[in-house]
């Protein structure tokens, strides 16, 4: 059997769970910066505000929702799918509904920390969580598929939504995107009727982390190389979004039209397909604590190429690398809490990389927008950024190395 079929194969045994996965992901996509940010001149106008404050009251929002995640994000052990996503999906649509409606600009910031906690957040969280607990020889090719959720928004929602909007009010497409969201609710509760609870995945499909037992969120917390990985699970959240959410002004200060700009974003996005694929392969292969500290790499040429870019040919190729460090972003990262720590309480452990996460999509824009407020060039910054990729990426190196080693067997 080829490697197409077997992928194949695997995709229609295991169809209703990687469905789930993909769409919770997408449905992410509706908190989700590329997603908020494409309203941003909207939002600016309508309240009356300048980038710094703009970012400032996202970097509000954002980090109430990263510090609601260290409590929140443990549900998923305890709570099966169908019950907690469906939930959380619920309450997405609710804050798309406020966002539509919300007239006070001093209730921005919790129409932002409603968006992102529930999108960005606990819908995001969800989805990986069900993937890394489902799964275990197969987890990178089940968080690969997942993620095209997520790609899928990411490819899809700019270019349509930046069209829409010259001939449809932007609060309507929030009341669509609220509309979408209940709909879909129903094809989750559809797609899990079997699923099995948290608890009797962990008996019957659990796989060890480090010196083959299961860590404890405390003990992961104490061990060196969950904090030796931070600066890559915040960097890449933080600045990444950051260029999302200031896109619009990216493009106005390179002289483009945001629609020419956002019309490159599906390149990027079929670079992170492409690489998706490929590091959901390879850490089946070789395991993800041993791809740990490549796949920052493309972007520091990337971030480099923003701040050159005398054209669009050359972001575009920027927007590519961007991709192609998505997927190890949407794939070695989330595999290698599971290997590291283990499956029976990933929930917990995760929720706090993922308040990390969030919190440094939080600091990105509110620093990149203060720093634009008092002059210096976000293209300039995008050098500084390009600088801190390098260092997450050479500062794993060594300690995943050993890690590794301690792994109970080799995947």
Same mark, same amino acid.
Request: aromatic share 14%.
């Given at each position: ?13 295991? !169809? ?47 980090? !109430? ?21 469906? /939930? ?67 490819? /899809? ?93 990216? !493009? ?11 019309? /490159?974003? *599906? ?34 040429? !990337? ?54 996460? /969030? ?39 060594? *300690? ?12």
């Amino acid at each position: 059997m080829t490697g197409l079929q077997t992928y194949l194969r695997f995709i229609r045994d295991n !169809a209703p769970f990687l469905a789930t996965g993909a769409l919770l992901s997408f449905l992410s996509s509706f908190g989700q910066t590329f997603f908020i940010s494409i309203f941003g001149g909207e939002i600016r106008a309508e309240y009356g505000l300048t980038n710094g404050e703009w970012g400032l009251i996202y970097m509000v929002g954002t980090g !109430a929702s990263a510090a609601l995640m260290v409590f929140a994000g443990g549900l998923a052990d305890r709570f099966r799918v169908r019950i907690l996503g469906i /939930v959380v999906v619920w309450m997405l649509a609710l804050a798309c509904l406020a966002m539509a409606f919300n007239p006070f600009v001093v209730l921005l910031p919790v129409v932002i920390f409603a968006l992102r906690f529930t999108g960005q957040g606990m819908t995001s969280h969800v989805a990986v969580v069900s993937m890394a607990r489902w799964f275990v020889a197969t987890r990178g090719r089940a968080l690969a598929i997942a993620a095209f959720g997520f790609m899928l928004g990411e490819a /899809v929602l700019p270019l349509t939504m930046v069209w829409l909007k010259s001939f449809i009010d932007w609060h309507m497409l929030f009341v669509g995107a609220a509309a979408f969201c209940v709909l879909a609710s129903a094809v989750l509760y559809r797609l899990l009727r079997l699923e099995r609870t948290p608890q009797s995945v962990a008996e019957t499909n659990q796989s060890f982390g480090m010196n083959g037992r299961f860590w404890t969120r405390s003990e992961a917390l104490r061990h060196p190389l969950f904090w030796i990985m931070v600066p890559a699970v915040m960097s890449f959240s933080g600045f990444g979004t950051a260029f999302w959410f200031h896109q619009a002004h990216f !493009a106005e200060i390179k002289g483009w039209s945001h629609l020419s700009l956002v019309a /490159v974003f *599906p390149l990027g996005t079929l670079a992170l397909l492409f690489s998706t694929l490929a590091y959901g392969w390879a850490i089946d292969r070789f395991g993800a604590v041993r791809l740990l500290p490549v796949y920052l790499l493309p972007l520091v040429l !990337a971030f480099v190429l923003h701040w050159y870019a005398p054209s669009l040919g050359w972001t575009a190729l920027a927007i590519i690398l961007m991709g192609l460090a998505g997927g190890g972003q949407a794939t070695i990262l989330n595999a290698c809490w599971a290997e590291l720590y283990g499956t029976r309480h990933i929930g917990s452990i995760k929720s706090v990389a993922t308040a990390l996460m /969030v919190l440094g999509s939080a600091i990105g824009p509110g620093f990149s927008g203060w720093l634009i407020d008092i002059g210096i060039g976000f293209e300039v910054q995008q050098l500084g950024y390009a600088a801190l990729f390098a260092f997450a990426a050479l500062v794993m190196v060594v *300690p995943a190395r050993r890690a590794y080693a301690t792994l109970p067997t080799t995947p």
